[in-house]
């Protein structure tokens, strides 16, 4: 008879802790989404910046825009994984051809940006910018509060 309580306990720890680990990585799933996106925002600013001459370092702007293709490539990645949580929209997953495609746009904007930057500058690169700064317009959608 105690062996029939036992096998039972056993299975409940390891259901508990298959659980516990689970859950332990949704949230890391979640920590690294929330991390890209706030990276996305960091580069945004620092380009921002450069864009409206508030700080002295035009020479940087290909790098931002780079940063910021390569953040847009592994945020469509981290959001394959069908797993709402932290602010993501369960909507992400009902429409995501648009919304991996938003991160696509923004990838290859980014690119154009970091090539016009290193061949001609602010004078080339800035008409180009305003592209990156679609931020609003997917957090509108797929951001909840």
Not at 14 to 40: E, I, P
Not at 67 to 76: S, V
Not at 108 to 125: L, T
């Amino acid at each position: 008879m105690m062996f029939k309580y036992l096998g039972a306990a056993l299975a409940a720890a390891v259901f508990t802790f298959g659980l516990s680990t689970a859950h332990a990585a949704d949230k890391d799933v979640v920590d690294y989404r929330q991390n890209l996106m706030k990276s996305l925002g960091a580069h945004a600013a620092g380009l921002g910046a450069i864009a409206q001459n508030k700080v002295p370092y035009g020479d940087n702007l290909a790098h931002h825009a780079d940063a910021i293709a390569a953040a847009a490539d592994a945020a469509q990645l981290a959001f394959d994984q069908n797993l709402p949580g932290g602010k993501a929209g369960a909507n992400i997953w009902e429409n995501w051809e648009d919304f991996s495609g938003r991160f696509k746009a923004l990838a290859s904007s980014a690119r154009e940006v970091a090539a016009a930057a290193r061949s001609g500058g602010m004078a080339e690169a800035g008409p180009k910018i305003g592209g990156l700064f679609t931020c609003k317009s997917c957090h509108d959608l797929y951001k909840t509060e």
